[in-house]
């Protein structure tokens, strides 16, 4: 590995964060009751697979989970960036007065999650929105924060942070590009 990448968590470390990240969620909302899982695609969305095996775990009960991708959602994307494909949103159940658990792999300006919860309003009107996020970097553009945090991983601009995923889609490790 080059020096100018730092590995901030490697797996074991996920996995802790997102045990803990479940039996936060667990706690703050008593139980699995009206709880569903969002990840933002894509590392969000894988992230949320592994948050509600977690939750399956320790509370013996299903969450279901979904997916959503935020492509046309996104405030940055008129005309600066190559167009970009839109992928898949998996909402297979209503959120009609469900706790919605957004999902997402690194928490930055908060433009991302504006675009989730705008894409989530299409679908119906959860009762709440909370945000559960393995790493954030901070840097926010707008007044977002995050519920349930894996990590804080203080960065400059002109850092990266990036989850690894393997080709099973289980994440590997967080890396600090400088």
């Given amino acids: 590995m080059s020096s100018d990448k730092t590995v901030l968590m490697d797996g074991a470390g996920i996995k802790r964060a997102l045990t803990r990240i479940a039996h936060e969620v667990l706690e703050r909302n008593k139980g699995v009751s009206d709880i569903v899982l969002i990840g933002i695609r894509s590392g969000g969305a894988f992230l949320a697979d592994g948050i509600a095996q977690q ?63 705008d894409a989530l309003m299409d679908f119906g009107r959860p009762r709440c929105i909370q945000l559960a996020v393995l790493i954030d970097r901070g840097h926010r553009e707008l007044p977002i924060r995050a519920d349930f945090v894996g990590r804080n991983v203080p960065t400059s601009l002109k850092e990266n942070v990036q989850v690894i995923f393997d080709e099973t889609n289980q994440p590997l490790e967080v890396v600090l590009e400088k």
């Avoid at 979904?66 to 008129?78: E, F, M, N, P, Q």
């Avoid at 600066?80 to 792999?105: C, M, N, R, Y």
């Fill in 55 to 117: 939750i399956s775990v320790i509370e013996g009960g299903e969450v279901p989970v979904g997916a959503v991708d935020i492509t046309l959602y996104r405030d940055d994307c008129s005309g600066q960036l190559p167009h970009q494909a839109v992928g898949k949103t998996e909402i297979p159940f209503s959120l009609e007065g469900k706790k919605v658990i957004l999902v997402d792999d690194v928490l930055y300006t908060g433009r991302t999650i504006r675009a989730a919860m």
